[in-house]
């Protein structure tokens, strides 16, 4: 284990070397960084060789991300290039973007190594039960679903909507854009289209997992003629899933058991949590199960991101393990360098294991400061 | 250290998720509760139609008895709290030490849920209109020679229920003696008494599936109130009005109780000293049936004088000293926005704090980790800010109004207590929009006549009437 963790620590340093050279190049770094660059004290070029010395750029303030011109945080190197820009709240004021070329591709076929293929047939079809818009998942777990061989079915859910009517305290109309939302799901699932793969949110699984209890599924396979099979469809397992890959941060341990006992039938259908954002990419858990109390661990696809647990009043200071502390993110790609971004999460700091021989994460609520002024997991 | 876990189905389930109860005086840790989620809570919800099929199976006459057993169970035997076996009297203490509310409170306040426990064919008859309740059994029957026909307005019955007053809990009892299910979720101080009821329901017979206890936070209240089909919402008006308009829900927030004197009776004030006194601060002056308003067409000044003079000598007492007459408040941040409020609005011009005047210090003291609210008596005008509020502790205003004015301006009242022999003015009180519970005469607006319906009426919230006809073929 020893032997693993160092050289995953080695992988991560020499990521760091790399990608800093990239980003503050003359001629293939990001037009960001190198005029912020003008203002360090240091030489990126030179004096950065291993992951703590990226303490010398300090903390990312996600504020940088607001407004535009987008474009200068494409890196020179990557010109030319198609380029996406994925978005992030936007409720209030200007949303924060960043752009994409290929890092949401990798990120998610990296992912699918991880996925049982018992679970998640190659070839089979997927619906995607979660956010639209300008929104990565989209997109992501499209690509996730063609890369596996399948085709991805999607809904329409726009989360701002939701957002501003939870701010309106108009929950009736939140209730029903909820519906709204998994009605669609229930009309792709009565179309023949052999979906066994699923992404979804915490919410809507509870959500699809309500209509299915209360027959809407069988009501929509009757509303378009069709005959409900033997045995019914009234669980998530009778209408064919096999396999759930979902996020969300309200991932608690007594949420997960709850969906792992009493909507997947007691873990026969599969699902795997996931911790990620526009900003990292995407965190894998440990598999999870009664056995350690449904805890959900989460560990970086390291070397292109790092997470590290930190105390909150000193960045610098890393929690000891099992102890609390935010949650500080590093993004380490050729299309984006983000230095020690504090999320707006908490969580315990985890040992590295033998899949993944690196600092993982747990318990992962939102920051305990911003929570009250937080509007999390609206769909 | 007490695990209290939730009650689902009828079965403790014991969650991962926990919420600790501290002692409001030590710090020092008393309980845990369970939470659970809401979407458990909506599926559960959704067998509350099989629990609604097992209790429409006994009659009546059964259930009726059972729950009168359940009184005695309340009050006398050990009953289980989570991992423990508790004594009344250790209920009591927990009770206490959890809400900061006074022992003698809290015993006072369990004595009213036994007794509507002991005494729920006289609640039923009183929530009825006295139908015979075996009609409920059949659905239908004949009353004085005409058809009664009732059907139930839902599978289950909901509470959003507070942790400032045991005494609630008397509330929502009935609905199981109507044969509805019930979803409780307890507030965050106070799991107490509603275990306490349901595991005493239990032990008496009453079929687990109907009884369900669902520690929860926000979002679980809300999938309570989506799902059941009637609830009760206890809370302050930021937590009740997104349902004022929602007919499933019968909301229990401030009461805005009142005083109201008549012109006849208006030189006669110190006659009903006692009564006011009473009105505001029994149990606390917690309640919304303590009057917060004593409206009289004059001598204003004199009666907050004199209740100011009264009302000052009351003093912050320990939680188990018998002569407590104020609850502590757990979380003393609570106590100190309270007073700040009140302070602010003393800032508009028109109203003077009588009591602090006599007093001669601040309402706010704060000892080691809790904090009391001393009883407030304001004098001021009725377009005051003040003149129309209800606090969580021994407040009210008093008020001159012409008697003329009075019913046009008083606004929505839980309790009016009206000194007045003037026929016409109480002809007036009887046709008022605003007044939900009237007592005409000296009746203190705390007491209870519990063969009548309190804010809303559970048998007419959980059934509707609706015709029946029947031939033989």
């Known amino acids: 284990m020893e032997a693993k963790i160092k050289a995953a620590k080695e992988r991560l340093d020499a990521q760091v070397r790399e990608i800093v050279q990239w980003h503050f190049s003359p001629d293939t770094g990001t037009p960001f960084w190198l005029d912020k660059a003008k203002s360090y004290k240091f030489n990126p070029l030179k004096d950065v060789h291993c992951f703590e010395d990226l303490k010398l750029f300090g903390t990312f303030e996600d504020e940088w991300l607001r407004g535009g011109p987008v474009q200068r945080w494409v890196p020179r190197g990557l010109q030319g290039k198609p380029v996406y820009v994925f978005e992030t709240g936007g409720t209030t004021g200007l949303p924060k973007s960043r752009i994409v070329i290929d890092d949401f591709r990798i990120d998610y076929e990296m992912m699918s190594e991880t996925l049982p293929d018992k679970y998640f047939p190659r070839g089979s079809n997927w619906l995607m039960l979660g956010p639209t ?195 500080l993110l590093t993004t380490l790609t050729m299309e984006f360098f983000v230095p020690s971004f504090p999320e707006r999460d908490e969580g315990e700091r985890e040992p590295p294991y033998d899949k993944f021989p690196w600092d993982g994460v747990s318990g992962v609520r939102t920051f305990s400061e911003l929570a009250s002024s937080t509007v999390v997991g609206v769909y | 250290m007490i695990h209290i876990p939730a009650l689902r189905l009828g079965k403790l389930y014991k969650s991962l998720a926990t919420v600790k109860l501290v002692h409001h005086v030590t710090g020092d840790s008393v309980a845990e509760i369970s939470q659970i989620n809401g979407s458990q809570i909506v599926r559960d919800i959704s067998r509350m139609g099989e629990a609604r099929a097992e209790l429409q199976a006994i009659s009546m006459a059964k259930m009726v008895a059972m729950v009168k057993e359940a009184g005695r169970i309340f009050a006398s035997e050990n009953l289980p709290c989570g991992s423990e076996s508790q004594s009344f009297e250790d209920y009591i203490r927990c009770l206490s030490a959890t809400t900061g509310s006074p022992m003698v409170f809290c015993k006072r306040n369990a004595g009213k849920v036994e007794f509507v426990l002991r005494n729920i064919d006289t609640i039923l008859a009183g929530l009825t209109r006295g139908i015979n309740l075996e009609i409920l059994d059949a659905g239908h029957g004949t009353m004085d020679g005409r058809t009664l026909c009732f059907s139930p307005t839902c599978e289950s019955f909901g509470a959003i229920l ?84 929602d007919h499933r829900v019968e909301i229990h927030g401030p009461g805005f109780s009142k005083i109201l004197l008549g012109e006849d009776q208006a030189d006669n004030w110190r006659n009903y000293l006692d009564l006011m006194l009473e009105s505001i601060a029994a149990n606390g002056g917690r309640s919304c049936i303590n009057v917060s308003g004593i409206w009289t067409p004059r001598h204003g000044k004199a009666i907050a004088q004199a209740l100011g003079e009264r009302l000052a000598q009351v003093q912050a007492r320990a939680w188990d000293d018998p002569k407590a007459e104020l609850a502590a408040f757990a979380n003393p941040d609570v106590a100190e926005r309270i007073s700040a409020m009140a302070d602010n609005l003393l800032q508009t011009p028109g109203a003077v704090d009588v009591t602090e005047k006599i007093r001669g210090s601040s309402r706010l003291v704060r000892e080691g980790r809790c904090a009391w609210l001393l009883p407030t008596i304001v004098n001021c005008d009725t377009q005051h800010p003040l003149a129309n509020k209800e606090f969580l502790f021994p407040y009210a205003s008093v008020v001159e109004c012409p008697q003329s004015d009075m019913l046009k301006i008083i606004g929505p009242t839980l309790v009016a207590t009206a000194l007045t022999q003037d026929q016409v003015f109480r002809k007036d009180l009887m046709n008022s929009k605003y007044i939900d519970r009237i007592n005409l005469g000296p009746i203190p607006s705390t007491r209870l006549t519990w063969d009548q319906p309190h804010e809303g009426n559970l048998f007419t919230h959980l059934y509707r009437q609706r015709a029946f006809q029947q031939s033989s073929f």
């Not at chain 1, 085709?151 to 329409?156: G, L, M, P, R, V």
């Not at chain 1, 469809?233 to 709850?258: N, V």
């Not at chain 1, 996931?274 to 970086?300: H, R, V, W």
């Not at chain 2, 019930?182 to 595991?199: A, F, H, M, S």
């Open chain 2, 162 to 245: 507070p942790s400032n007053s045991p005494g609630v809990h008397s509330l929502w009892v009935p609905a199981i003696a109507l044969k509805i299910p019930l979803v409780l979720k307890p507030g965050r101080e106070e799991p107490w008494t509603p275990n306490r009821v349901l595991q005493a329901l239990l032990k008496a017979g009453i079929p687990p599936m109907a009884l369900n206890l669902c520690p929860a936070d926000h979002a679980g209240a809300g999938e309570i109130l989506r799902g059941a089909g009637r609830s009760m919402l206890f809370g302050d008006s930021s937590t009740t009005d997104p349902y004022r308009n």
């Open chain 1, 133 to 327: 818009g300008p929104r990565r998942l989209r997109l992501a777990i499209e690509h996730l679903a063609q890369h596996r061989g399948g085709i991805c079915f999607c809904i329409d859910l726009d989360p701002r909507w939701v957002v501003k009517l939870i701010k309106m305290r108009q929950i009736e109309m939140a209730n029903l854009y909820k519906e709204h939302c998994i009605d669609q799901s229930l009309t792709i699932l009565a179309g023949d289209h052999d979906i066994k793969c699923m992404f979804t949110t915490p919410k809507l699984l509870a959500a699809l997992d309500e209509a299915l209890r209360a027959g809407k599924l069988e009501d929509k396979f009757r509303s378009l003629g069709k005959k409900v099979p033997p045995g019914g469809l009234r669980s998530i397992k009778s209408c064919g899933i096999t396999g759930i890959f979902s996020g969300g941060t309200e991932f608690t341990p007594e949420f997960t058991r709850e969906a792992y006992e009493e909507m997947l039938d007691n873990g026969e259908v599969y699902m795997t949590p996931t911790y990620g954002n526009t900003l990292m990419g995407l965190a894998c858990s440990k598999p999870i199960g009664p056995e350690d109390q449904f805890k959900i661990s989460y560990y970086a696809p390291q070397p292109r991101a790092a997470i590290q647990v930190v105390n909150p009043k000193n960045y610098d200071q890393v929690v000891d393990y099992g102890q609390t502390g935010r949650v």
